[in-house]
C-alpha cells in the first residue's frame, strides 16, 4: 500500500489533490463505492492503521471521509499529530482510546466523538482485536 506522506509530498510538488492519484473517475454530486472497490492504504509502511478513501473523488467537498481499520499493538497512531481543522470519528468495531491534549476519551461500538484536531491527539487500540471508524475531517484534506 503507498504512502499517504510520499503522495502528499509528490501531490504539493505537482500542485495537485491526493485523490488525483486514486484511479476512480471524479463525479460531480452522488458516488456510491462498493465495498470490493475500496482503495486502502496506510499513512506510512509500518503503520498499524488502514484507511480507504470514502469521499475523495467529489468535487468542491467540505470534508474528508475515511473509513479506517486501527490494528492492535505498536504501529499504531499512538505518536502525537496535529493538523488544522477538526474530526468527527465513529467508533464501529473494537475499542479505543483518543488522548486530546493530555484528556483520554474511551470508546466503543457506536460511541463517536468530535474535537479540534489542532491540540495534539493521538488514538491507542485497546480492545483484542482491530478497531474499524469512520473519520470525518475539515478542511478536505485527501
Known amino acids: 500500500m503507498p504512502s499517504l506522506t510520499a503522495l502528499q509530498l509528490v501531490a504539493a ?4 489533490d491526493v485523490a488525483d492519484f486514486f484511479p476512480e473517475e471524479r463525479r460531480r ?3 456510491l463505492v462498493r465495498a470490493s472497490e475500496r482503495h486502502e492504504f496506510r499513512i506510512a509502511p509500518s503503520s498499524g492503521e488502514e484507511y480507504a478513501v470514502l469521499a475523495g473523488q467529489v468535487h468542491d467537498r467540505a470534508f474528508s471521509a475515511l473509513y479506517a481499520r486501527h ?3 505498536p504501529g ?3 505518536l502525537p499529530f496535529r493538523h488544522l481543522g477538526e474530526e468527527f470519528g465513529l467508533v464501529l468495531e473494537g475499542s479505543l482510546r483518543l488522548t486530546i ?3 483520554i476519551y474511551d470508546l466503543g461500538p ?3 466523538i468530535h474535537y479540534s484536531s489542532h491540540p495534539s491527539h493521538s488514538a491507542h487500540v485497546t480492545s483484542d482485536g482491530p478497531v474499524e471508524a469512520l473519520w470525518l475531517l475539515t ?3 485527501i
Open 13 to 16: 510538488e505537482l500542485g495537485v
Open 29 to 31: 454530486g452522488t458516488r
Open 71 to 73: 490494528l492492535p499493538g
Open 76 to 78: 499504531g497512531s499512538e
Open 101 to 103: 491534549d493530555g484528556e
Open 110 to 112: 457506536g460511541d463517536w
Open 139 to 141: 478542511p478536505a484534506v
